[in-house]
């Protein structure tokens, strides 16, 4: 049973109702040891599930609608998410922005693989058919359907860390391979990291980057589409932050744990059947190796990237200065300096995705990607901006993070709420139950396994620092631009010599 077969009517995406309902198809996902039955329900993950059935809701909803969707270009009648149909003008591709927005606060940026990342796949799948071959019509089947519906695909196509210093083919028992062909199709094994939210994706896209040498094995060599409950996919997950935060705590304690967990896991195939209607490429490292760029992707996929990431500086930097209003030193001069370097970094990504559609060029079949050296920028700077977001939380909130009661129990018990209403008041007049409550959303932000995680995530959300450095350096020079800079270093040098200057007017 296909996940579409769960809308009730023709024409238009799923709403909350159906995106739940559409996960209830027998997937093997486990948690704790035990297979879940059913990861709408399950404590693990049914905050999460339910956060992204509200973006399916609001694709709906007469408030938000307009914001988020345009009419399908396949044919249909029907209308869709904007970013889920390739823009045909960089005032497109900035309305895509907006709406990628839009979804972005429904999470506060939290949430980094909602529909809309992949639907940057599905885009080039639709305008560039043709760099698939001999699977061209499968491209352009999944653009139609990923579209349509607004399905919800993830990706793994990173090789576990298990062994990267051999060969491919040396790690054969771990690395996806394929391990037989037939006429209907292929069967493969192996793993994957780290399927981020896939037990509540509709599929899974399978690949490879060109990071890590594959080795000259054709079996290595494939790009697929597999259904989340294709027998043999297995999930194996780590532990949920939002059950852990349920089950101790209230969502005071822990607001954005116990609601936006994309649960991570370890992605297993063992002998699973790929139909040749869901390979993209087949036995063919050249072609993988030139995917990423060459295909399209690795240009658009930053867009919502670089948005989400935006959205959720807004987030930090707003609630970072409630949080030092607390502290009562949010107008000391080395902290609102502090502060104003957030507001910067804020700045700066939301002037990149604006440079990413402004300046966007004109590709395949009409199509409109942003430049490269926008992606670029992002995905160089995006870890960086973080990590120093997050030293300066740690150092100007400082100890205001953790001078907190343990629970929103110790604010029901009267006795110790008058100590709270206290000792543990902020700064003017703001309440201690309004200051208690910022403190723990900050920490749940940085302090938490939660907190922890995402800066984990957003230092390799693009790849290792130095693989994106040295692409951002080979596109330069693929461009000519790298070129451009050394003349005009050696137009400089032109102008003088040993013996003084060479142009005229100067002594």
């Known amino acids: 049973m296909k996940p579409e077969s769960h809308i009730k009517e023709a024409g238009r995406p799923f709403n909350g109702e159906e995106f739940l309902a559409s996960l209830r198809d027998g997937r093997e996902v486990y948690y704790a040891g035990e297979r879940v039955e059913d990861v709408a329900t399950h404590p693990a993950f049914r905050n999460s599930a339910r956060t992204v059935a509200a973006l399916y809701d609001a694709l709906h909803a007469p408030e938000t609608k307009d914001k988020l969707c345009w009419a399908t270009d396949t044919g249909n009648g029907g209308y869709t998410h904007k970013f889920f149909r390739y823009a045909r003008s960089p005032q497109e591709l900035l309305e895509q922005r907006d709406a990628i927005a839009e979804w972005a606060r429904m999470s506060y940026g939290w949430m980094g693989r909602t529909a809309d990342y992949k639907a940057a796949f599905g885009?080039?799948?639709?305008?560039?058919?043709?760099?698939?071959?001999?699977?061209e019509g499968n491209a352009k089947i999944w653009y139609k359907r990923i579209q349509e519906n607004c399905l919800y695909l993830n990706h793994a196509i990173v090789n576990p860390p298990i062994d990267r210093n051999k060969p491919s083919d040396e790690v054969k028992d771990v690395y996806v391979h394929v391990t037989r062909e037939t006429d209907e199709g292929i069967?493969?094994?192996?793993?994957?990291?780290?399927?981020?939210?896939?037990?509540?994706?509709?599929?899974?896209?399978?690949?490879?980057?060109?990071?890590?040498?594959?080795?000259?094995?054709?079996?290595?060599?494939?790009?697929f589409i597999t259904p989340m409950n294709a027998k043999g996919v297995k999930l194996i997950s780590r532990v949920s932050y939002e059950k852990n935060a349920s089950d101790s705590a209230s969502p005071f304690d822990y607001p954005l744990s116990s609601r936006f967990d994309e649960n991570d896991a370890i992605l297993i195939l063992e002998d699973v059947f790929i139909p040749w209607e869901d390979v993209l490429i087949y036995k063919d490292k050249q072609k993988l190796m030139q995917w990423g760029f060459e295909a399209g992707f690795g240009r658009l996929y930053p867009l919502q990237a670089c948005t989400r990431f935006a959205v959720k500086l807004d987030f930090l930097a707003g609630l970072l200065e409630q949080a030092l209003e607390c502290t009562g030193a949010v107008e000391f001069r080395g902290v609102a300096a502090e502060l104003g370097e957030v507001v910067a970094w804020r700045n700066l990504f939301?002037?990149?995705s604006e440079h990413m559609c402004l300046a966007a060029q004109e590709w395949k079949s009409g199509a409109y990607l942003p430049p490269t050296e926008s992606a670029f920028n992002y995905r160089a700077f995006a870890p960086m901006a973080y990590d120093k977001i997050f030293h300066i939380v740690k150092t100007t909130a400082a100890s205001g993070l953790i001078y907190l009661p343990g629970s929103n129990v110790d604010l029901q018990n009267p006795e110790l709420n008058a100590a709270?209403?206290?000792?543990?008041?902020g700064s003017g007049d703001i309440q201690h139950t309004d200051r208690i409550k910022i403190m723990k959303l900050l920490w749940d932000a940085i302090g938490t396994e939660f907190g922890g995680r995402h800066h984990l995530y957003e230092l390799n959300y693009a790849g290792t620092a130095d693989a994106i450095r040295i692409q951002c350096l080979g596109s330069a020079r693929a461009s000519g631009e790298m070129k451009k800079m050394r003349a005009l270093s050696q137009q400089c040098m032109s102008e003088y010599d040993v013996d003084g200057w060479t142009i005229p007017g100067l002594q």
């Open 420 to 425: 709270l209403a206290r000792y543990c008041r």
């Open 123 to 135: 885009d080039v799948l639709g305008a560039n058919p043709e760099f698939y071959g001999k699977f």
């Open 350 to 352: 939301w002037s990149i």
């Open 187 to 223: 069967y493969v094994n192996g793993a994957k990291v780290v399927a981020t939210n896939s037990a509540l994706t509709h599929y899974n896209f399978i690949g490879q980057t060109a990071v890590q040498d594959i080795g000259d094995d054709p079996d290595f060599a494939l790009l």
